[in-house]
């Protein structure tokens, strides 16, 4: 497979064309902002007076790269260059004002509201078009909104301020935080599909659960996620956090420095329970990590669903308190009543039916593991390893991780240490089972069919039939059986015990 080709070069080839067909051009906005930090850039924006589109088409059909119209209107349209995960995007829009100046003016930050000619991208210091004081922001590291109405035009730079700000480590500067905080609630006029890609990003990037505590700092996270507000009603279970909710963004944090391990980067835990992890699954890093930059249908990976899995592992206690308090007696728990909830969340975010579903399992499941832990054996039997994976799948792993952030989430410092070593410990078991001895413990292969068991034993087709088979699948899974006689002898003893013909 050929490497995906560099910014600089997509640059080169196509700013030719587009003079070419242009009068003028301009490279603007994070193209701009980026070169001038010393920073690679895979977003590059071009201005045109007009004819956007018709230019996109023609660099789509030169670079072999995918063409999006993204607004007709506003003739803008995109360019996809690359595969998933290293592609460039190249967008060219039409000017919007009267001149450059006027069109930056109109931009989100100062810090994106520069231009320069882009005849001169490869001169060393172009000049650069800067109305609005974006070069003495990016040398103080501040995000200034452009005007006051910034965030009226566009919502979604609501958002997209938290979301530069962690990229790029800047602070908000206040009277913009100000404005932030008055438009907050015109984030509902947003499309879904947008406020999602925004939320992924802040997901994606270097400290999450900061940024996630600045979104609630500033009156955002309860537009994206309004179900989480209950969560500050709920007292936090141990660990010196003021509620649930915060206790659930330290999961976030925690799951971020997890995957982080796993990939191969330090991670300073308490010395028992870092010990105790790397002892139990150090062996299993890589290969969790292999597994979670798997890309699923949507383009985005299993650790994007992982961490959106942790933001709302603990959404349902929120309801869950709330309903028992009215009604005074037991409820689903959390989990259940947490999983439907996820999985309404991602569906209202746009998310495909594969990643709701993993978001889904993995909040339904992800006690499961310390419920195991606390079963009188020192490790899961294989009979609740199969269980587990029946019930969790495809969201089986990502349950399991889940389960260790959330348990070390849940104290100020280390977790008490035998219960953790018990839940390493499973997990462990769970990562064996799963890397290891799949064939074995997770998906034995049949040793009969629904056609066997209606000659053998004169069983009827209909549901029990499928009882049958689930029950010999798992007796096998569980090393009870492990030959075609022997199944139909299990077979055959369930249909007495139980009565069935």
Partial sequence: MSEAPQPEELVARVVPVVVARSRRAWLVGGWVRDRLLGRETRDIDFVVPTGAIAIARQVADLLGGAFVVLDDARD?????????????????????????????????????????????????????????????????????????????????????????????????ESETALWIRRDAELLDAVSRERVRDELVQILSLPGAEGSLRELDGLGLLDQVVPELGALRQVEASAGGAVNALGQTLRCVGI??????????????????????????VGGYRSRLAEYLGGLLPGGRTRATMLMLAALLHRVGKGATEQGRAAASGRLLGHDVLGASMAATIARRLCFSSAETVRVRLAVRS??????????????????????????????????????????????????????????????????????????????????????????????????QLGVLLDGIREAQAAGEVRTRDEALAFAQHVMEREGLR
């Fill in 366 to 463: 992800y006690l499961r593991p310390r419920q195991m832990a606390h079963e009188p054996e020192a490790t899961p039997e294989r009979r609740a390893i199969y269980r587990f994976f029946r019930d969790a799948e495809p969201s089986g792993l990502e349950a399991t991780i889940l389960s260790l952030a959330s348990e070390l989430a849940t104290y100020e410092g280390a977790p008490p240490s035998t219960e953790w070593q018990r839940l390493v410990a499973v997990a462990a078991a769970l990562f064996e089972a799963y890397f290891e001895r799949r064939r074995e413990v997770l998906d034995p292969p049949p040793l009969v069919g629904g056609h066997d068991l209606i000659e053998e034993l004169g069983v009827a087709p209909g549901p």
């Fill in 76 to 172: 803008t349209a995109r360019v996809v260059v690359g595969p998933p995960g290293a592609a460039t995007y190249l967008d060219f829009a039409g000017l919007r004002a009267a001149s450059i100046e006027a069109d930056l003016l109109g931009r989100d930050f100062t810090v994106n509201a520069m231009a320069v000619d882009a005849t001169a991208h490869q001169e060393p210091q172009p000049r650069v078009i800067d109305p609005a004081g974006g070069q003495r922001d990016l040398a103080q590291g501040v995000l200034r909104a452009v005007s006051p109405e910034a965030f009226r035009e566009d919502p979604l730079r609501l958002l997209r301020a938290v979301r530069l700000r962690a990229a790029l480590g800047f602070e908000i």
């Fill in 255 to 280: 799951t971020q420095a997890l995957m982080a391990w796993l990939q191969g980067q330090k991670w300073e835990l308490p010395a028992a329970a870092g010990q105790a992890l790397e002892a139990a």
